[in-house]
């Protein structure tokens, strides 16, 4: 393992534990050259999983790709990394159940939108904004009238 800050191959490991979900080993190492911390994920390596996009095309599952975006829509929110992982790791755990070896494009970013919308209204909707391509602002307005209308049928806590 290279250290990302400097670069030197040898590290400590610090601590070690598995995932909420337990679906990978998370490593905190410590460089022995330059002294910082950096964390690693291990996981099974599983068949690979391929991934249809919309004009056809196919490439294997990348769970960096998904928490990407996941990160991108939960900027300036209270969200915790841990979280956005395990949105990550619930998403690819249910296309593996639920599919042969491919899965369309369409349904992973659905189902990255269903959990959103249970985390963060504000992270689903701007998710849903670049997934769903909104064309004009009609589009988007009937998608924040869908949440506040939800917002308002929910019991008041005191």
Sequence with gaps: MRCPYCGYKEDKVVDSRATAEESAVRRRRECLKC???FT??????EVSLMVIKKDDRREVFDHKKIL???IKACE???VSVEKMEG???QVERSIQKKSDREVHSTRIGELVMEKL???DDVAYVRFASVYRQFKDVGQFMVELKDI???EK???VKR
Aim: proline share 7%.
């Design 153 to 155: 049928s929910k019991p």
């Design 68 to 70: 990407a975006g996941i």
């Design 40 to 45: 690693t994920y291990e996981y099974i390596e």
């Design 76 to 78: 300036k929110r209270p």
């Design 35 to 37: 002294g910082k911390r």
């Design 148 to 150: 506040l209308g939800k």
């Design 87 to 89: 949105i990550v790791t």
């Design 117 to 119: 919308k249970l985390l």
